[in-house]
């Protein structure tokens, strides 16, 4: 009983916090004008971007259960979520990063980056499925810091 109290504390408490951060951040943004189409246009292209990688998750959890392992609805209903969620978030960091950088990042920096925070991510949480220890998702770390690291920081130019 002690983990469903748990985990209702977390999947609603994890609501409110989420929505308390969403609401803050539009309160702090409308009070510095940054409410604009600008802001429209990059959370709706990123919306639009984590839907491929939603589809990506889908088409990779179909295949797990094609290939045997069994998984449980809540256990695929929320890696979706999270698939759906961050994805979103990290597109639209991303985006907003670009747009508001002098000069932009290039694309295949930021394809590589992200690349490797999804290779790493689908390796490590498949092993995790299979092997059923979840341990195994902390050594996906320190590749997503590189990855993630490595697309959203512009190339060093060689003139200095």
């Known amino acids: 009983m002690g983990l469903q109290i748990g985990g209702m504390i977390g999947l609603y408490g994890g609501a409110t916090f989420g929505l ?44 797990l259960v094609v290939f ?3 998984l449980r609805a809540a256990m695929v ?5 999270i698939v759906h969620i961050a994805s979103w978030g990290i597109t639209g960091v991303i985006l907003s990063i670009n747009m508001n950088m002098t000069e932009p990042l290039k694309p295949s920096r930021v ?11 689908i390796i490590f949480t498949i092993l995790s499925i ?6 195994f998702l902390l050594a996906s770390i320190p590749p997503n810091v590189f990855g993630f690291i490595k697309a959203l920081t512009p190339e060093r130019s060689n003139d200095a």
């Open 77 to 81: 209903l929320g890696i979706i979520m």
């Open 20 to 63: 308390l951060a969403w609401w803050f951040g539009r309160r702090m943004a409308k009070k510095q004008r940054g409410l604009d189409e600008l802001h429209d246009h990059i959370w709706q292209k990123a919306r639009s971007i984590s839907w491929f990688f939603t589809l990506a998750a889908i088409y990779i959890l179909f295949s």
């Open 130 to 135: 299979s092997t059923g220890n979840w341990w």
């Open 111 to 121: 394809k590589f980056g992200v690349t490797i925070v999804l290779v790493s991510f």
């Open 68 to 70: 045997g392992i069994e």
